[in-house]
């Protein structure tokens, strides 16, 4: 930890959340200020680098200066009125909670800006593409580090339209039918957010989180209770994507660009998961424990459909598409961060919020990977890139088969790597959830899910079989290997997915101080 004087680090957090909407606003001037290229496209996309390094430096400065001797601790901290008569303040502050999502945010942004330097999807003006990549950072940035219910909707809300345009403008085929979906399911569930949120922050007399979570508020009754979870719960659950509310991912993985990809199941999907822990768990204990045996329902049935899903696309003959399965892998993977939660135990807790992180590291590098495959070969159909184009990609392209093989092993929680801490402690969360709830009942949801990730192991060795390994090396010509700018782009997802296998307490040791605080703040 560096000894950062507390004023830095608010300055520093605002500008982690504003500075990518100041960055976009300057990439829609007739030329970038201070950057020069080949084109005005090229100094576009510089700009774009630029810009996501910079709030990249800056939150590796706030995770530096944090004090990691107490995660708990709400810090770098402003608290400014914004509405008096709603007691509305632009309340800004991180903990061992949001730090780990705000530096993974921060990360993923900066390498798709990276990526997109020297692989640009095609589509209209870069201009617009780097002004909406940014506000895209922005609001997602903002949602993990506000502290205002209303401020955290608004958050929610500016990511929508972002999306929207990468997908619809930069997107593959069906791009404009994905994108409408995507945004109608989103605005649908984010209306019936609201209410609940309102509810909440109107019976208590204020919209502060902190305050909501640590003082008593007996305005906020088990009825209220129920009804505020249900309704912020419906919204939360279509971002997450939550089983049955998932069905508008898959159309837009497969049609958004690579960069759309990364960032959808990286850090968007990681918005609604934050949610739940950050609002429903200490603001609406009673209502949550509630519902928390269907949410445990919702999310094993999640885990089950999700890996038959990619077990039918993985098969052969049935023209699954790459990109699609492993979108549907994510509505599995996700489904261990709910139950985790749903336990409402620091354990299970703790594990969905590791599972958030390993999820976004490796599955942002699977689409990354599966971007790259794309480029090459013209497709991301399973068949043509086992039979054809892929056959023996271990033989046609080492490197990147290998990063391949590397991915899918991680994904399906192989122990040494990331994805093997999250689920594991999301199933032991579920083997003893917290008082009040059904034992038994959660011991069924533990063995289903643990069955869950046998079928995420066979789902994703068929893939690697089929691409890596399928054929013989002269069945096609050889392909491009790893460049350097996707070596660049891609060793830090691989790094630091080893990393949290090997050393899980390096992220444990932030997030578990605070959530035992924040559990005990909703059992007031």
Not at 215 to 241: F, M, R, W, Y
Not at 449 to 473: E, H, K, N, Q
Request: with cysteine; net charge neutral; aromatic share 8%.
């Amino acid at each position: 930890m560096i000894d950062i004087n507390e004023s830095v680090m608010q300055v520093l957090l605002a500008f982690v959340v504003v500075g990518p909407l100041i960055g976009a606003a300057a990439a829609l001037l007739p030329a970038p200020p201070g950057l020069k290229g080949k084109s005005p496209e090229q100094a576009v996309l510089r700009h774009g680098v630029t810009v996501t390094g910079v709030v990249l430096i800056a939150a590796i400065a706030l995770a530096l200066g944090f004090d990691h001797d107490h995660p708990s601790k709400m810090q770098a901290s402003t608290d400014i009125s914004w509405i008096p008569a709603l007691d509305v303040r632009i309340h800004l502050g991180i903990d061992g909670i949001s730090l780990p999502l705000l530096v993974l945010t921060a990360l993923l942004t900066f390498l798709c800006a990276l990526y997109s330097y020297f692989k640009l999807p095609s589509g209209p003006s870069p201009k617009a593409f780097v002004a909406l990549l940014l506000v895209l950072e922005s609001g997602t940035l903002a949602t993990f580090a506000v502290l205002d219910l209303l401020l955290f909707f608004l958050a929610f809300e500016m990511v929508l339209i972002p999306m929207y345009f990468l997908i619809a403008r930069w997107g593959g085929e069906q791009r404009t039918q994905a994108a409408w979906k995507f945004i109608l399911y989103t605005l649908l569930g984010s209306v019936v957010m609201l209410l609940g949120l309102l509810l909440i922050g109107l019976r208590a007399g204020t919209f502060d989180m902190v305050a909501l979570t640590t003082d008593n508020h007996p305005e906020l009754t088990t009825s209220v209770q129920v009804i505020a979870v249900l309704t912020i719960g419906i919204g939360l659950a279509v971002k997450t994507p939550m089983w049955p509310l998932h069905s508008w991912l898959p159309d837009a993985h497969t049609a958004a660009p690579t960069v759309g990809s990364v960032l959808l199941a990286g850090v968007l999907l990681k918005m609604g998961t934050y949610g739940f822990v950050r609002i429903l768990l200490p603001i609406t204990p009673d209502g949550f424990r509630t519902f928390a045996p269907y949410l445990a329902a919702f999310a094993v049935v999640g885990i089950i459909y999700g890996s038959l899903a990619c077990l039918a696309l993985a098969r052969p003959g049935a023209k699954g598409d790459l990109k699609r399965l492993i979108a549907y892998s994510s509505v599995g993977h996700m489904g261990f961060v709910l139950l985790g939660i749903a336990t409402m135990t620091p354990t299970g807790v703790n594990g969905a919020l590791f599972a958030n992180i390993a999820h976004g590291l490796i599955t942002g590098l699977l689409f990354f990977l599966v971007g790259a495959l794309k480029d090459r070969t013209g497709t991301t159909d399973l068949d043509s890139l086992a039979q054809e184009s892929g056959a023996a990609l271990y033989g046609r392209a080492p490197r990147l088969g290998g990063l391949l093989a590397f991915g899918a092993v991680a994904s399906l929680g192989l122990p040494g790597l990331a994805g093997f801490w999250g689920e594991m402690l999301a199933l032991f969360g579920a083997f003893r959830p917290a008082d009040g709830l059904s034992r038994p009942a959660f011991l069924t949801f533990m063995a289903i899910g643990a069955f869950g990730t046998l079928l995420t192991a066979a789902y994703m060795l068929i893939v690697v079989r089929r691409v890596c390994m399928g054929g013989a090396p002269q069945e096609g010509p050889r392909l491009a290997d790893v460049q350097t700018y996707e070596f660049a782009a891609w060793t830090p997802l691989v790094a630091l997915t080893v990393l949290a296998g090997l050393w899980p307490a390096a992220l444990l040791g932030l997030t578990d101080p605070a959530v035992q605080q924040l559990l005990a703040g909703g059992t007031r």
